[in-house]
């Protein structure tokens, strides 16, 4: 068994402690801390008591038991450095070794000595992981088996059930259970990635063989559809060649020569004949332009004649029809008018005669003109049809040359034809030639992936094996395992401890817990209550009675002891005087059983009577909280 044993405590610059530091040697017996705070009239609160079991935990885990920032937890009163140190004996049954812990704030850092010889290591979380694993202790055991704040800390009955079970596990020291199942929780898991992975591996080789083994048969099956094709294909093209050679016997290539040139020519002389027709046509043409152009002159005189026909014979009319006044400005004719328009009337039917005469001779002249035109245009709707005979004459002598020459290029194509099939034919065996001497062996791929799948068999086999021992194993170390059996073999222990303090402690109940640490309550009446259905004097029991029984598991368990216990306002709330007594009665009771240095945080004046040790007493002035001498 280990036993800490807390030697020394010295307090500087920390929380309201100042420059001046806080000394405490542990002592055995009952100690009082109290004091009076100068700054307000001598009150018994804020005095900085409580800092005590803050520097304890401090310098244990770097952090006060209270939620209090870090950049609050130096005294900024003095230009010192924050600064506590924790000295302890670790005695076991066959050494005593030294232990000293000096954590400091601005800069943060901490120092571990163990027998005089710095023990630090690379990091402040590092060291700190170092005393904790000395000590054998967590915080949330430290604080509720060493350091007991009530009004700050969660009582065990008020935390849920994971909360509970946790801390149990860490007060019957069955951490260890925990991560042994959280190895074989990551073992197992492993090895089931692995099996996974390995049985992937197996069926891809197994279906890698099925997958050869079929490539194989239908390589095989290729092949012989191969062939069949190949030869179905020479004989198939070699019934065209024999065909398309047929083809070239039945033509007379000579007579198909002959038979162009003879309409080659027929075709030169009636393209000869259409050119002098063409000529012919084009100066008839030109003839009757120029009669076209007589026929347009002609209309052109005649448009004239009868405008000045029209013009005089108006003018004419006039005259002869005016009385005795002007038709223009209607005065009076006089003798010597009338002679005058005598004289015009004269000379206008003298010119309407000769227009009439002029345009007699250009009628005549028409008609004479249309009989050419008619003449004319006979001519060349003649030569057009002698044209259109020799066209016709034309495209049926094209059209047979055209085929002849086609006939030539069917020719030229069918010889192109047979070389092509010819050529084809001889691809088509050398092709035939190689799928036949083409042979296609799967056989070492697939002695390779069968060697691949045995091991892989034999891996997982192994594998399953393994996975189902750590099914097993896993089982043993959950909570329906060894730990659920260990925890009912301490339970009777501690139910019956508890049941103990409780008597001591004149509680009028009686709490039990199951392997789940699920609680069951009964109170004086035998009724079923919960925790939450007393006073808080009866709940304040209940909490001591849990925390004395907790400290006497963790020593029972043969693990670890510590020498001291620190109590924060124990007896300044919801105890009664009779409360007040008991408590005591059970710590006195301790410290005569174990040799506990037992300290009691108290405002109360009348609690430094209690004291079987020293009396602390702290005195608070301008905010600086120092240790004065008791009186």
């Not at 705070?37 to 770097?62: E, L, P, Q």
């Not at 005393?131 to 915080?139: D, F, H, K, P, T």
């Not at 009004?151 to 260890?176: G, H, W, Y």
């Not at 347009?296 to 002869?320: D, G, H, P, W």
């Given at each position: 068994?280990k036993s800490?044993l807390f030697?020394t405590?010295?307090i500087k610059?920390?929380?309201?402690?100042?420059?001046?530091p806080?000394?405490i040697?542990f002592?055995?017996?009952?100690?009082?801390?109290?004091?009076?705070?100068?700054?307000?009239?001598?009150?018994?609160?804020g005095?900085g008591?409580?800092t005590?079991a803050?520097?304890?935990?401090?310098a244990?885990?770097?952090?006060p038991?209270?939620?209090i920032k870090?950049?609050l937890?130096s005294?900024?009163s003095?230009?010192?450095?924050?600064?506590?140190?924790?000295t302890?004996?670790i005695v076991?049954?066959?050494?005593?070794?030294?232990?000293?812990?000096?954590?400091q704030?601005?800069?943060s850092?901490?120092?571990l000595?163990i027998?005089?010889?710095?023990?630090t290591?690379?990091s402040?979380?590092?060291?700190t992981k170092a005393i904790s694993q000395?000590?054998?202790c967590?915080?949330g055991?430290f604080?509720?088996?060493v350091?007991m704040?009530?009004n700050?800390?969660?009582?065990?009955?008020c935390?849920?059930?994971q909360?509970k079970?946790?801390f149990?596990?860490s007060?019957?020291?069955?951490?260890?259970f925990?991560k042994?199942l959280?190895?074989?929780?990551?073992?197992?898991?492993?090895n089931?990635?692995v099996?996974e992975?390995e049985?992937?591996?197996?069926n891809?080789?197994e279906n890698?063989?099925?997958?050869?083994?079929q490539?194989e048969r239908?390589?095989?099956?290729?092949?012989?559809i191969?062939?069949t094709?190949?030869l179905a294909k020479?004989e198939e093209?070699?019934?065209?060649?024999?065909?398309?050679k047929d083809t070239q016997?039945?033509t007379?290539?000579n007579?198909l020569i002959a038979?162009?040139?003879n309409?080659?020519?027929?075709l030169?002389g009636v393209?000869?004949?259409?050119?002098?027709l063409?000529?012919?046509?084009?100066?008839?043409l030109?003839?009757?332009k120029q009669?076209?152009?007589?026929?347009?002159?002609?209309r052109?005189?005649k448009?004239?004649?009868?405008?000045?026909l029209?013009?005089t014979?108006?003018?004419?009319?006039?005259?002869?029809?005016?009385?005795?006044?002007?038709?223009?400005?209607?005065?009076s004719?006089?003798?010597?008018?009338?002679?005058?328009?005598?004289?015009e009337?004269?000379?206008l039917?003298?010119?309407?005669?000769d227009t009439?005469k002029?345009i007699e001779?250009?009628?005549?002249?028409?008609k004479?003109l249309?009989?050419?035109?008619?003449?004319k245009?006979g001519?060349s709707?003649?030569i057009?049809?002698?044209l259109s005979?020799?066209?016709?004459i034309e495209?049926?002598?094209k059209?047979?040359?055209?085929r002849?020459?086609t006939a030539e290029s069917?020719l030229?194509k069918l010889?192109?034809?047979?070389?092509?099939?010819e050529?084809?034919?001889?691809g088509?065996?050398e092709?035939?030639?190689?799928?036949?001497?083409?042979?296609?062996?799967?056989s070492?791929?697939i002695?390779?992936q069968?060697?691949?799948?045995g091991g892989?068999?034999?891996?997982v086999?192994?594998?399953?094996n393994?996975?189902?021992?750590?099914d097993?194993v896993?089982?043993?170390?959950?909570e329906?395992?060894?730990?659920s059996?260990?925890l009912k073999?301490?339970?009777d222990?501690?139910?019956n401890?508890?049941e103990?303090?409780?008597?001591?402690?004149?509680?009028n109940?009686?709490?039990?817990f199951?392997?789940?640490?699920?609680e069951t309550?009964i109170n004086d009446?035998?009724k079923?209550?919960s925790?939450?259905?007393?006073?808080?004097?009866?709940r304040?029991?209940l909490d001591?009675a849990?925390?004395?029984t907790?400290?006497?598991i963790?020593?029972l368990?043969?693990?670890v002891?510590f020498n001291?216990?620190?109590?924060?306002?124990l007896?300044?709330s919801?105890?009664?005087?009779k409360?007040?007594?008991l408590?005591?009665d059970?710590?006195?009771e301790?410290?005569?059983?174990?040799d506990?240095?037992?300290?009691?945080i108290?405002h109360?004046?009348?609690?430094?009577?209690?004291?079987?040790?020293?009396v602390?007493?702290?005195?608070k002035?301008n905010?600086?909280?120092t240790?004065?001498d008791?009186?």
């Amino acid at each position: 068994m280990k036993s800490i044993l807390f030697k020394t405590i010295s307090i500087k610059n920390f929380l309201s402690v100042g420059n001046t530091p806080v000394i405490i040697d542990f002592k055995t017996g009952l100690n009082i801390i109290t004091g009076s705070n100068k700054d307000k009239d001598d009150s018994r609160n804020g005095v900085g008591k409580s800092t005590i079991a803050d520097a304890i935990f401090f310098a244990i885990f770097g952090s006060p038991l209270r939620d209090i920032k870090k950049d609050l937890i130096s005294n900024d009163s003095y230009n010192g450095s924050c600064e506590v140190q924790l000295t302890l004996d670790i005695v076991t049954a066959s050494e005593i070794t030294k232990v000293q812990v000096v954590r400091q704030l601005d800069p943060s850092k901490v120092f571990l000595y163990i027998d005089g010889i710095d023990k630090t290591l690379d990091s402040i979380a590092n060291t700190t992981k170092a005393i904790s694993q000395l000590l054998n202790c967590n915080a949330g055991v430290f604080e509720n088996c060493v350091i007991m704040t009530l009004n700050n800390a969660t009582p065990f009955m008020c935390r849920d059930k994971q909360d509970k079970r946790k801390f149990i596990e860490s007060i019957f020291n069955l951490e260890v259970f925990g991560k042994m199942l959280s190895n074989v929780k990551l073992d197992y898991t492993n090895n089931k990635n692995v099996l996974e992975t390995e049985i992937a591996k197996k069926n891809q080789a197994e279906n890698t063989i099925k997958n050869l083994e079929q490539q194989e048969r239908n390589a095989q099956n290729e092949k012989a559809i191969k062939m069949t094709k190949a030869l179905a294909k020479i004989e198939e093209a070699k019934g065209r060649l024999a065909g398309l050679k047929d083809t070239q016997l039945k033509t007379d290539i000579n007579t198909l020569i002959a038979e162009k040139n003879n309409l080659t020519t027929k075709l030169l002389g009636v393209e000869s004949a259409r050119q002098q027709l063409k000529t012919a046509l084009e100066q008839s043409l030109i003839e009757y332009k120029q009669i076209e152009d007589k026929v347009v002159e002609y209309r052109v005189k005649k448009t004239e004649y009868n405008s000045t026909l029209n013009s005089t014979t108006a003018s004419f009319e006039k005259m002869s029809s005016s009385a005795g006044s002007c038709p223009v400005c209607l005065r009076s004719i006089t003798e010597l008018d009338v002679q005058h328009i005598n004289e015009e009337r004269i000379r206008l039917q003298s010119i309407i005669f000769d227009t009439r005469k002029a345009i007699e001779a250009l009628d005549r002249l028409k008609k004479e003109l249309d009989n050419e035109l008619t003449d004319k245009n006979g001519v060349s709707i003649d030569i057009k049809n002698r044209l259109s005979k020799l066209d016709a004459i034309e495209l049926d002598l094209k059209t047979k040359i055209s085929r002849i020459q086609t006939a030539e290029s069917d020719l030229d194509k069918l010889q192109q034809k047979i070389d092509l099939v010819e050529m084809e034919i001889k691809g088509l065996e050398e092709a035939a030639k190689q799928v036949d001497s083409n042979t296609i062996s799967f056989s070492s791929a697939i002695v390779e992936q069968q060697t691949l799948l045995g091991g892989l068999s034999v891996n997982v086999d192994n594998l399953k094996n393994r996975i189902s021992l750590l099914d097993k194993v896993r089982f043993v170390f959950s909570e329906e395992g060894v730990k659920s059996f260990l925890l009912k073999q301490i339970l009777d222990l501690f139910n019956n401890r508890l049941e103990y303090y409780l008597s001591k402690l004149d509680a009028n109940c009686i709490c039990t817990f199951n392997e789940y640490f699920e609680e069951t309550i009964i109170n004086d009446k035998n009724k079923m209550y919960s925790y939450y259905n007393f006073s808080g004097a009866e709940r304040k029991k209940l909490d001591l009675a849990c925390l004395f029984t907790f400290m006497d598991i963790r020593r029972l368990q043969g693990d670890v002891s510590f020498n001291i216990s620190l109590y924060d306002e124990l007896l300044d709330s919801s105890l009664d005087a009779k409360g007040v007594e008991l408590v005591v009665d059970i710590l006195k009771e301790r410290v005569e059983k174990y040799d506990e240095c037992i300290y009691i945080i108290s405002h109360r004046k009348e609690s430094t009577k209690l004291a079987t040790g020293e009396v602390i007493y702290l005195q608070k002035n301008n905010g600086i909280t120092t240790r004065v001498d008791f009186k």
